[in-house]
């Protein structure tokens, strides 16, 4: 599997390290209580399909990226530096 990388280019996945869910970028504030924090820490989704997932391009720029990938498949669809991505709430 390669991931293009938007600083260094196309690269071998080798290179990086998966980190999990891109959800993970939006850590609940203190006010949203104790219940959002446990989801946040324990709760993982593990669908089947299209997933938001943050790699970090250990052995190359060292960028945190979000890659749009479908698990059944692994092609990569989109990925983008977390960055730019921003903080997003809902």
Same mark, same amino acid.
């Given at each position: 599997?390669?991931?293009?990388? *938007?600083?260094?280019?196309? !690269?071998?996945?080798?290179e990086?390290?998966?980190?999990?869910? +891109?959800? &993970?970028i939006?850590?609940?504030?203190?006010?949203?209580?104790?219940?959002?924090?446990?989801?946040?820490?324990?709760?993982?989704d593990? *669908?089947?399909?299209v997933? !938001?997932?943050?790699?970090?391009?250990?052995?190359?720029?060292? +960028?945190? &990226?979000v890659?749009?990938?479908?698990?059944?498949?692994?092609?990569?669809?989109?990925?983008?530096?977390a960055?730019?991505?921003?903080?997003?709430?809902?």
């Amino acid at each position: 599997m390669r991931i293009n990388c *938007p600083l260094c280019g196309a !690269r071998d996945s080798r290179e990086f390290h998966y980190r999990g869910s +891109a959800k &993970l970028i939006d850590r609940p504030l203190p006010e949203q209580g104790r219940a959002a924090m446990f989801d946040y820490v324990y709760i993982r989704d593990n *669908p089947a399909g299209v997933t !938001r997932e943050l790699w970090h391009h250990r052995n190359g720029c060292r +960028a945190w &990226l979000v890659v749009a990938r479908d698990t059944t498949s692994h092609k990569i669809l989109s990925v983008e530096l977390a960055a730019d991505r921003g903080r997003v709430r809902s």
